[in-house]
């Protein structure tokens, strides 16, 4: 039998990986009392149950208490119960904006708090879990798509889990540099395309403009340097349990070194293998024409 707890942030993406692993096969019960738990599995795990893969979705919700769940999964785990934790997460400006465009109420608020105060609370509710977790996935710049992948890849075709996700990205200074980025990079020390007439409403994602500025030995250098370096970074972040990295790649307008570079580097991350995963993001691509 297959046993996943599935918890997490609230508006972190916890009910759509629930409905997600449901169409994968798994049976699913979302909200459960935190009291019924070991009852539940206890029943789950009869001789002659025909159920083989389970989710049990588990939340923070205000009324309850949680505190105890973290025992529980230890306990389960004591007895031979097969349990595994996923736990989604999200960082709290994302979070804040989520809540603000569905008008929802924090689950841990009364009328009237603030909602920082809410995901505040959370936050140190779940932290025991969350230490706890076997998978922690932040979907702060996970597609929908992207995250069905990851969940596949985890619970369908049980590959690796890769416990770092690198968004490498593309900007342009002019715009502002991206406020979740964890390490930028300025590659406005290479020749702009821009000032050449064949190439000015092209992007990065051209191959004229690949060609331009790739063809300076400058543009190698740094890219082979900068390799070198996530090389030597990553395999630390993942030992610290870091579960998000934004490379940021930055020109003055976002449109052709840096989406050239930030293309260069996605293709030589992906050679390097390991055990994280690889997002590509161009930003401000869509202001080009």
Do not use: W
């Not at 999964?73 to 119960?81: F, P, Q, V």
């Not at 909602?115 to 996935?137: F, H």
């Not at 970074?233 to 976002?254: F, M, N, R, S």
């Not at 991350?269 to 993001?281: D, E, R, W």
Request: negative net charge.
């Amino acid at each position: 039998m297959r046993f996943v707890i599935v918890t997490g942030m609230s508006g972190g993406g916890k009910a759509t990986a629930i409905h997600m692993l449901e169409d994968a096969g798994f049976y699913c019960v979302d909200n459960l009392p935190v009291s019924l738990i070991e009852k539940f599995t206890e029943l789950i795990s009869m001789p002659d149950s025909e159920i083989t893969k389970v989710v049990l979705g588990v939340d923070a919700r205000a009324g309850q208490s949680f505190e105890g769940v973290a025992g529980i999964i230890d306990s389960l785990k004591e007895r031979g119960t097969p349990v595994e934790v996923l736990f989604m997460d999200c960082n709290d400006q994302t979070l804040i904006k989520r809540y603000k465009e569905t008008r929802r109420i924090h689950p841990m608020n009364a009328v009237g708090d603030r909602l920082e105060d809410g995901i505040a609370k959370e936050r140190e509710v779940l932290s025991e879990i969350k230490k706890k977790a076997d998978y922690v996935i932040d979907t702060s710049n996970l597609l929908t798509r992207e995250l069905k992948e990851e969940l596949d890849r985890i619970f369908v075709k049980n590959e690796g889990y890769n416990s770092l996700m690198i968004n490498v990205l593309s900007f342009g200074f002019k715009h502002g540099i991206p406020s979740d980025a964890d390490l930028v990079f300025d590659v406005r020390f290479l020749p702009n395309p821009y000032y050449i007439d064949e190439l000015k409403h092209q992007t990065g994602n051209d191959k004229p403009v690949q060609d331009y500025v790739k063809s300076f030995p400058a543009c190698q250098e740094f890219v082979d340097k900068l390799t070198d370096m996530l090389a030597f970074l990553i395999p630390g972040y993942v030992k610290e349990g870091k579960y998000q990295l934004v490379v940021a790649i930055g020109c003055t307008g976002g449109q052709h070194r840096s989406v050239t570079i930030a293309n260069e580097l996605y293709e030589r991350l992906k050679g390097l293998g390991g055990n994280f995963g690889l997002k590509l993001t161009h930003r401000d691509v869509k202001d080009a024409r």
